[in-house]
């Protein structure tokens, strides 16, 4: 059952994974829910305009499938391991 708590799961794991990118099925996986859970949650983000569905590369897995990546403007920033500064999407 797709709930609210698991949709704000989802967006904040998307945040905390930036700039990385998981599969919706690793994504279950890591969350420790089931894939169509994993798909509803992202189906409700893209419908509020917050990520957008793109085929990208699972850093997990490393196959070419469907990823949620923030949407341009959304203003979610991840950060850069490296430098420790903020990457904003917008």
Do not use: W
């Not at 189906?43 to 085929?55: D, I, K, P």
């Not at 850093?59 to 949407?71: E, G, M, N, S």
């Amino acid at each position: 059952m797709l709930t609210t708590s698991t949709i704000a799961m989802l967006a904040r794991a998307l945040r905390e994974q930036l700039p990385n990118f998981q599969c919706f099925s690793c994504f279950g996986k890591y969350l420790g829910i089931s894939e169509p859970e994993v798909r509803g949650a992202a189906q409700a983000l893209v419908f509020r305009q917050r990520f957008r569905a793109e085929q990208r590369v699972c850093c997990v897995c490393q196959r070419v499938d469907d990823t949620l990546v923030p949407h341009e403007g959304s203003g979610y920033a991840a950060v850069d391991v490296a430098t420790g500064s903020e990457m904003h999407s917008d």
